[in-house]
């Protein structure tokens, strides 16, 4: 089976910083994308940055605060948070884009993580 597990939320103070990893487990033939987006109680689902064969996008509110980085080798995404402020609270979410292989086939499949909490505090 393949897995998406999130880890590295918390609690920090404004101006600080946190960091999120996403893995990716299991037998995977290809990813083609990797991303992290945000949800508030009431609100829809927002996207945060997502990386692909076209390179990283990040969402107008993060530029210049959020890095986004990968290590394909651990089939594992990382978003350095810095310069956090009290509307980054949310429950992120990891969601990945992936290739599986299947007797000798291949199946393209979406999948998300858990969640992890973010609070930022004033």
């Known amino acids: 089976q393949v897995h998406v597990v999130e880890s590295g939320g918390g609690l920090v103070q404004a101006g600080g910083s946190l960091r999120l990893s996403c893995a990716a487990s299991g037998t995977i033939f290809s990813i083609n994308a990797m991303g992290w987006y945000r949800q508030v109680p009431g609100k829809q689902r927002e996207l945060v940055a997502v990386i692909s064969s076209g390179g990283i996008n990040y969402a107008d509110s993060v530029k210049g605060r959020f890095t986004f980085s990968r290590d394909n080798a651990k089939n594992t995404v990382y978003l350095q948070m810095n310069s956090l402020k009290p509307e980054d609270t949310a429950v992120y979410y990891c969601?990945?884009?992936?290739?599986?292989?299947?007797?000798?086939?291949?199946?393209?499949?979406?999948?998300w993580g858990q969640g992890t909490q973010v609070t930022v505090s004033s």
């Open positions: 969601n990945a884009d992936l290739v599986l292989p299947n007797g000798g086939n291949y199946y393209r499949i979406e999948l």
